[in-house]
């Protein structure tokens, strides 16, 4: 059977407060007492609070992204701009070898040593695993030499 509930959250939304305004309304109808609907209008209270909350978030991530890469921009505007007239020759060039030998870095670095996972096989020999130093969340484990 198809769920008849709507599946994102501003439709969601929208059909909780008509399934909540039509029960209110026809509670005889349905063979409702109105204590009835308390579970569901406490939830549906708290729901809101908590879409509200969310969507808020949403708002205050997307602004700090932007202020971040503005501010990105700016410095790097900065660190890419010509030195100032009068700067010796050897500074310029410094300057210069650093910015082309730059290598982007990863901000989680793992430091500690990586054990080495060893699976029996049915021929006598196991197999050993050990993960890469560059494993993403989308390599698999990368086979260690015998």
């Keep these: 059977m198809a769920d008849y509930i709507a599946g994102g959250d501003a439709e969601f939304n929208a059909w909780l407060d008509n399934f909540v305004t039509y029960a209110s309304a ?5 063979g ?17 609070g908590a879409l509200a909350a969310h969507v ?6 997307r602004s700090a992204t932007q202020q971040k ?7 790097l505007s900065l660190v890419r701009a010509e030195p ?4 010796k020759g050897h500074l310029k060039k410094a300057r210069a070898v ?23 096989r049915s021929s ?8 890469s130093t560059a ?7 990368q086979a260690a030499p015998s």
Excluded: Y
């Design 26 to 30: 026809k509670l005889a109808e349905l």
């Design 32 to 48: 409702l007492a109105a204590g009835d609907l308390t579970p569901i209008t406490t939830a549906q209270t708290t729901w809101a």
């Design 56 to 61: 808020t978030a949403q708002q205050t991530a």
């Design 69 to 75: 890469n503005a501010d990105r921009a700016a410095v």
């Design 84 to 87: 100032p007239h009068g700067v």
């Design 98 to 120: 650093a910015l082309d030998q730059a290598q982007p870095t990863s901000m989680a670095c793992n430091t500690q040593p990586h054990k080495i996972l060893r699976f029996p």
């Design 124 to 131: 006598g020999k196991s197999t050993e695993f050990a993960p």
């Design 135 to 141: 494993q993403t969340r989308r390599d698999s484990p």
